[in-house]
């Protein structure tokens, strides 16, 4: 199972933007494009990073790679 982690862009925690919740399961997404895909080059899409609110799992995407990730133990971030 995935463990939740904290994030944060600039110094900015990063908080749910529905349920405000603050942790995450975080996984590579590609952003795929249909003339990528018609040519057989979906390899070479872009990815971002997506958070997954950990409460009600709204999806947020980030393309930013500043994007910092930090693990979670019990009581805080490690």
């Known amino acids: 199972m995935a463990k939740p982690v ?4 600039g110094g ?11 942790l995450f399961r975080d ?4 952003l795929n494009s249909t003339g990528m895909e018609f040519l057989n ?4 899409n872009e990815s971002a990073t ?7 799992g709204y999806v947020q995407l980030f393309v930013n790679r500043d994007l910092e990730l930090y693990k979670v133990k019990k009581g805080g971030v490690m």
């Open 6 to 9: 904290r994030a944060a862009l």
């Open 12 to 22: 900015v925690w990063i908080k749910c933007r529905f349920c405000q919740g603050d």
């Open 27 to 30: 996984r590579e997404v590609k």
């Open 41 to 44: 080059f979906g390899w070479a």
């Open 50 to 56: 997506g958070l997954i609110c950990w409460d009600c």
